[in-house]
């Protein structure tokens, strides 16, 4: 018996119309049928047009269209009237009668009259769809691209895919499943069959019971009930013997690599290197716990669809190599490199990639392909450089590079630092002025090796005017200046001063003090203070506490370690307010942690002179002065005291120092002349 089609394979009966039971009929309209009156025929139109063209055909060069005639009018109709093009509007339904499509006035007589209302009708529509048409188009474009961007067609939304089938393969094409039958009928088959259930036997069952089982009962032949003499070597599993193997086998390994050094020159296959071994397995343990192999492959995957997406992704690749690379795969890694640098010949990060990937020969031979496909690449030329081992090589390979590149500094730089003789890097270093004047590194670095100091100014006059907005530039010549023993240093500063502040490159207060403490780290003392003499008030008011601010700058100058900054900054605080007894105590402080005893005596005596009613400033000097050992100095500071400021404190002070060295009626003879002379109740 053959089986029956299903319903959707069956041939459908006669007389059969789609959508009658559900009514779906068709319908007639008047449309359909044609208008109610029949209307002239079409020979009798054709007469009566080609009548009235005779009849008005002089009338065409009339006075009213004279203008248009002149201007090449298109050709008029038979009736005079110039033929408009045909256009699609939607309003012309509007204007049509429900009753008789065909038009009222089909039949109707067509007279001079008409045709020139007819005329001057087009006309005027015509000059106001001139006059309207460029605006009408702007808009009509901007709302058809706007209803395109939101509602974009199908095929636009799937570009990108169809775009990328391009690069299938015919493999992949014959590898693509085939549809199989969804209908409901098959697919509830199917899923029938998956759910179908069979009767299990009974000794199954009776199997998993007993499997789980465990029976303490030995029977005469040593053996557990249930147990037989065939199952006794397969079925039974002893942890303690396969224990014992284990160790066993460890012994052994270990005994070949113990023994490994005095087989080593047998050349036996058994002899082991104890360290390369330990070291392998240290990197085969390493890489099993940092990576796991589904991860990988899960990895894997996903930035090789990337790479079919966009082949012109260099990201994408160096992420696939490195992933073999740390996966063991090197050669992989390396060829995955290469097809990327042949896709994107001008991607600097996959040529740098794909050498670090390479060793040897075939580095150089991949830095070479990289600057032949990118001559104006500076880091590529740098790697190049760096896989030569000599130094002729590493120059040559510069000057090549440079013949390219003759405004790269990074190159100019690398060239000058392999060069061995002064002479040469001062020829090399001039050349490199001359062609990239806008260089202050290379024009001070030209300044330091040059013979002589009028060609080291020579050099910095000439970087100065090339560059008047830089206050490297002003700096590096106060060190000059500094350094042969100069005192033009102060006016250097000033004209840098005046100079920035005209150009509108003038530093900030901060900026300068960073200057002018990497001065003293660099041994330019007298730079840096100079900087500070000129640039510590710039763009202060007068209204602002700048004694405040000034002190802080010292104090966090003393926090970097800058303590000869802070001396600077210390010193023009003075220079302005002479009589603030903070500013001593504070300028005597950092003598006395950080300074030598003479400068701290120096600040102190500066201090009482500038503010001799100060009896701190008095008592600090003199205690300086015992503490040294100085009795008799400290005795003539208070004694200066006493002629300054006879008060109390300094009574005190000086009854407590003779005090100390024993001598007592020196001691009484100042209290008693303390309780004539000092002005205290006490």
């Known amino acids: 018996m053959a089986s029956r089609k299903d319903f959707l394979s069956q041939q459908a009966p006669e007389n059969y119309v789609a959508g009658l039971g559900r009514g779906a009929t068709g319908f007639t309209t008047r449309s359909d049928l044609g208008p109610a009156r029949e209307g002239p025929s079409e020979d009798q ?93 702007a808009r009509e474009k901007q709302e058809r691209e706007e209803y395109e961007a939101k509602n974009p067609k199908i095929q636009q939304q799937f570009a990108d895919l169809k775009r990328s089938l391009g690069s299938v393969t015919d493999e992949q094409w014959q590898n693509i499943p085939e549809v199989g039958d969804l209908t409901g009928k098959n697919r509830r088959a199917k899923q029938n069959l998956r759910q179908r259930f069979y009767a299990v036997p009974d000794s199954v069952i009776a199997g998993a019971r007993n499997s789980t089982e465990f029976d303490t009962s030995v029977n005469d032949g040593g053996q557990t009930n249930g147990s037989s003499a065939d199952n006794v070597d397969g079925t039974m ?135 032949k496909e990118n001559p104006q690449s500076t880091r590529l030329w740098t790697r190049a450089t760096e896989l030569e081992t000599d130094q002729q090589s590493k120059k040559r390979v510069l000057r090549r590079a440079l013949d390219l590149l003759p405004k790269s500094v990074v190159l100019w730089k690398q060239l000058v630092q392999l060069s061995a003789d002064e002479g040469e890097a001062r020829l090399l270093l001039s050349k490199a002025c001359s062609e990239i004047p806008a260089s202050i590194e290379l024009h001070l670095a030209l300044a330091r090796i040059v013979e002589t100091v009028d060609e080291a100014r020579k050099v910095l006059n000439t970087c100065r005017r090339a560059n008047p907005k830089n206050a490297e530039v002003w700096i590096a010549a106060s060190r000059l200046e500094e350094q042969v023993g100069s005192k033009n240093t102060a006016n250097i500063m000033k004209r840098a001063v005046q100079s920035l502040a005209n150009e509108n490159a003038m530093l900030k207060r901060e900026e300068w003090i960073e200057q002018a403490e990497k001065c003293e780290d660099e041994g330019a003392i007298l730079t840096g203070q100079n900087i500070i003499r000129e640039t510590l008030s710039y763009g202060l008011d007068e209204d602002d506490d700048r004694k405040k601010l000034f002190m802080e700058d010292a104090q966090a100058s003393i926090s970097r370690g800058k303590y000869e900054i802070a001396r600077a900054i210390y010193a023009y605080i003075l220079r302005i307010w002479p009589t603030s007894k903070s500013a001593w105590e504070a300028s005597a402080n950092l003598e006395k942690v950080h300074g030598r005893k003479e400068d701290l005596w120096n600040v102190l005596e500066k201090a009482v002179e500038a503010v001799p009613q100060a009896d701190d400033l008095w008592i600090q000097y003199a205690n300086e002065k015992y503490q040294s050992g100085d009795v008799d100095g400290a005795r003539i500071v208070l004694g200066k005291a006493f002629n300054q400021s006879p008060s109390e404190n300094i009574y005190l002070e000086a009854i407590n120092l003779e005090a100390r060295n024993g001598q007592i009626e020196q001691a009484r003879d100042l209290l008693a002349q303390a309780r004539q002379e000092a002005g205290t109740d006490r």
């Open 45 to 137: 139109i054709k007469e009566a047009l080609a009548k009235r063209a005779a009849q008005l055909g002089p009338l065409i060069t009339s006075d009213i269209f004279i203008d248009d005639i002149t201007a090449q009018a298109p050709t008029p109709s038979a009736y005079g009237a110039v033929e408009k093009k045909e256009e699609d509007n939607d309003d012309d339904e509007r204007f049509q009668d429900p009753e008789n499509e065909v038009g009222l006035f089909a039949t109707g007589a067509y007279d001079r009259d008409d045709d020139e209302a007819d005329r001057i009708y087009q006309d005027i529509d015509e000059r106001m769809d001139r006059r309207r048409k460029a605006r009408r188009e």
């Open 237 to 371: 599993t002893n942890f303690a013997d396969i224990g014992a193997a284990r160790d066993k086998v460890l012994q052994v390994n270990l005994d070949k690599a113990a023994m490994g050094s005095a087989d080593a020159n047998s050349g036996s296959a058994s002899t082991i290197d104890p360290k390369g071994y330990l070291t392998s397995l240290s990197k085969t343990e390493l890489k099993s716990q940092n990576y796991d192999i589904g991860d990988v492959k899960r990895v894997e995957s996903l930035l090789q669809s990337v790479i079919k997406t966009n082949s012109r992704h260099p990201p994408g690749y160096i992420a696939l190599a490195r992933l073999h690379e740390l996966a063991g795969k090197p050669v992989k890694a390396r060829d995955v490199m290469a097809q990327c640098c042949s896709l994107n010949p001008h991607s600097e990060d996959a040529w740098l990639e794909s050498i670090r990937l390479n060793e040897g020969h075939n580095a150089k031979v991949i830095a070479a392909a990289s600057v």
